[in-house]
């Protein structure tokens, strides 16, 4: 079995950029999405195969690189019983997850692969479509150490910021708290600048003060002027993905009984705005429902 080829499933905004990485370091890589519009995208290059199925991708692959919404998804490629790829994989196959999977159901998918002799590692990934482009993601990994050791050539050729957290579900957590960290910091920025707006400010000029003070974050930096302030709300994100890793990461503060008080009133904001927007909005867009709601 060739050491580098690599399955990969899921070829969304994220995962696409992503494979084209790991061709252009010459890996063999076979790709499968349920959209064949996005695999033939990919379709050209010598060293990619596109796969009929998630187990046709799978099949003699070494590692299998995951790229899926959630925990449902993965699970569904995993063990759904007509089509899962888990039946047929072997003892020197190991799973990568690196989409936002619930850190509990990763730990026990972990387990079950691992009763049939299969490794797994969570590598989900922050940085964006922008940081998925240029192959300077943010890796958080979970999983045993040897055989992190053994995928980190591949994850460094997707991302520039790796760091191994602990066991298995790790990774996972990690993610969970850092986009919950994040959409609190958008909603609090959102919320300074429509007051800020109402009292006669600049917000272009309170942004620029948010960026050279305490008040500075991912938010103020990269999503306010771009994003926000210039109407587009199209950074490649959706809105309830965001909705969506806020409860992950709440239901992980609410299974380990530690503080969740604001984590709690954050999902309740990201679960009205998706409601209040049109579906498929753009989690930018929190800016535009705020001022809205004012």
């Not at 209040?276 to 001022?291: I, N, R, S, V």
């Amino acid at each position: 079995m060739n050491p580098m080829r690599i399955a990969f499933i899921g070829l969304g905004q994220m995962g696409t950029p992503m494979v084209r990485h790991l061709l252009a370091a010459d890996c063999q890589v076979s790709g499968f999405d349920l959209s064949s519009a996005l695999i033939e995208q990919l379709t050209g290059p010598s060293n990619f195969k596109a796969s009929k199925s998630a187990r046709d991708a799978a099949s003699g692959a070494s590692l299998c690189i995951l790229m899926l919404p959630n925990s449902d998804a993965v699970e569904n490629v995993l063990w759904d019983a007509d089509g899962g790829i888990a039946a047929g994989l072997t003892p020197d196959q190991t799973i990568i997850d690196m989409g936002s999977s619930d850190p509990f159901r990763s730990q026990s998918n972990a387990q079950r692969l691992a009763a049939q002799g299969v490794k797994f590692v969570d590598a989900p990934v922050s940085g964006g479509v922008k940081r998925a482009l240029d192959a300077t993601l943010s890796i958080m990994i979970g999983g045993n150490e040897d055989t992190v050791r053994q995928v980190f050539p591949v994850l460094e050729l997707m991302g520039k910021y790796l760091t191994h957290l602990g066991g298995p579900g790790a990774g996972h957590a990690v993610k969970a708290l850092n986009n919950y960290v994040s959409a609190s910091g958008l909603v609090a920025t959102c919320e300074a600048l429509t007051a800020a707006k109402a009292f006669g400010l600049d917000p272009q000029a309170v942004n620029q003060v948010f960026n050279t003070s305490s008040g500075k974050n991912n938010t103020t930096e990269v999503k306010v002027e771009k994003f926000m302030l210039s109407g587009a709300y199209d950074s490649g994100f959706s809105l309830g993905l965001m909705r969506k890793d806020v409860k992950t990461a709440l239901d992980f503060i609410q299974n380990l009984q530690t503080p969740g008080v604001m984590a709690a009133a954050c999902l309740e904001v990201w679960a009205d705005a998706e409601q209040g927007l049109p579906k498929g909005a753009d989690h930018t867009a929190m800016h535009q429902f705020l001022q809205k709601s004012e």
